[in-house]
């Protein structure tokens, strides 16, 4: 069975600082796609990023990085300068050869002024 | 383009009742999903379509629960005897193809009284 774990119910940024959100994974693929997911009060979900398991590399979009450990399935997101729209529910995902889409219980980010 | 579209935003119904909740996905994209979900949780998924065949039922809770897609576009998510249970946002999203982005629609917000 496949399972996305979000042990950080709630964290805390000052704008303009960094924060680390973490999510751990468990599969026994070796293809498959790790995602961030971000959800504002309006509840439409958005992608942040997205992770493909054979590449080595960490995946970044702008502000948005990921600390992608293969082997310890660890797949967490770093926010750099954090500004107040930064502030939503963030979702961590994983798919494989399943086609379903498992998700994390989320990380409430707040962004403090 | 369009983004993925979903109607009701909110419905509002009596313990017993049936209710359609619908889903227009993106144009051209060939997966599409539903999932559920509860306050303070992640989505849960329900169900997902490859073109027009349910390719992976296996999270709809019961047979209360059913959903089609009868040319591959737009879908429609059916709960029979609706129970106080029932209530959730359900969440549908679209996907070019598998490991792919998905693409969410807002929700439908469903309140079983």
């Known amino acids: 069975a496949q399972t996305v774990t979000q042990s950080q119910p709630e964290m805390s940024v000052q704008e303009a600082e960094t924060v680390t959100l973490s999510c751990t994974y468990d599969t026994s693929e070796s293809d498959y796609y790790l995602f961030w997911y971000k959800q504002p009060p309006s509840r439409q979900m958005i992608l942040v990023i997205r992770q493909e398991a054979y590449k080595q590399q960490n995946a970044t979009e702008n502000r948005f990085s990921v600390n992608f450990q293969k082997a310890a399935k660890s797949f967490s997101l770093k926010i750099s300068d954090s500004q107040l729209g930064d502030a939503a529910m963030y979702f961590c995902a994983l798919t494989s050869g399943t086609y379903k889409y498992i998700f994390g219980t989320g990380t409430r980010l707040k962004v403090l002024a | 383009g369009a983004g993925v579209s979903q109607t009701p935003s909110n419905k509002v119904t009596e313990k017993g009742k049936y209710v359609e909740l619908r889903c227009d996905p993106i144009?051209?994209?060939?997966?599409l999903y539903w999932y559920r979900q509860s306050l303070g949780q992640g989505p849960e998924f329900l169900i997902y379509f490859q073109g027009t065949g349910a390719a992976d039922d296996s999270g709809l809770p019961n047979d209360r629960f059913f959903a089609v897609r009868p040319e591959g576009s737009v879908s429609t998510l059916k709960i029979q005897r609706t129970e106080r249970g029932d209530s959730a946002v359900y969440l549908c999203?679209?996907?070019?193809?598998?490991?792919?982005?998905?693409?969410f629609g807002p929700g439908t917000r469903l309140l079983v009284l």
């Open positions: 144009s051209g994209h060939t997966a």
């Open positions: 999203a679209s996907s070019p193809g598998r490991g792919e982005t998905q693409y």
